[in-house]
């Protein structure tokens, strides 16, 4: 920004799956991003562990959650900071996805609700982690330029 590559008025930040998680933390780390679309993501990792895909690289990389509490409140950062955030977010999920199931979303949507943080939720029926129906793959990308649109003018 100091360089005059970016206008710190307009910045905003977005990912899906692991970009999505990134986007999570980034938001309850940094306040300074005006807008964010999280989709297929995940905060809260312990409702994750036997809910996705990933359980045996869970218990190889984290161990179990009652056995490593404290590494599993750790990974659940965006989740357990979620009173930092102040930046309006997008998140998006197809409803049948068992990679990043819906879960992830659901809950940080909540919680930006709760604590008066402009948020929106869209569901995708049918999808899974890639949105395939052509129609839907339009309204995302749609859906992701108007909320951008919105705070990034």
Not at 74 to 80: A, G, Q
Not at 103 to 108: A, L, N, S, T
Not at 111 to 127: A, E, M, N
Request: proline share 5%; aromatic share 14%.
């Amino acid at each position: 920004m100091a360089a005059g590559v970016a206008d710190p008025d307009r910045l905003g930040l977005g990912g899906w799956s692991y970009g999505g998680i990134l986007t999570d933390y980034t938001i309850a780390s940094d306040p300074r991003f005006k807008a964010a679309v999280s989709g297929a993501s995940s905060a809260l990792q312990l409702s994750m562990y036997g809910s996705d895909q990933y359980i045996v690289q869970y218990e190889q990389e984290l161990g179990v959650p009652w056995k490593t509490q404290d590494l599993w409140l750790k990974i659940s950062y965006p989740f357990f900071h979620m009173d930092r955030i102040r930046t309006p977010t997008l998140f998006m999920c197809g409803q049948l996805d068992f990679n990043v199931p819906i879960v992830g979303v659901e809950q940080m949507y909540q919680g930006l609700k709760s604590l008066g943080v402009d948020t929106q939720l869209v569901i995708y029926p049918g999808q899974h982690h890639g949105i395939t129906t052509p129609s839907y793959a339009r309204d995302r990308l749609e859906r992701w330029i108007a909320w951008w649109g919105k705070y990034l003018k």
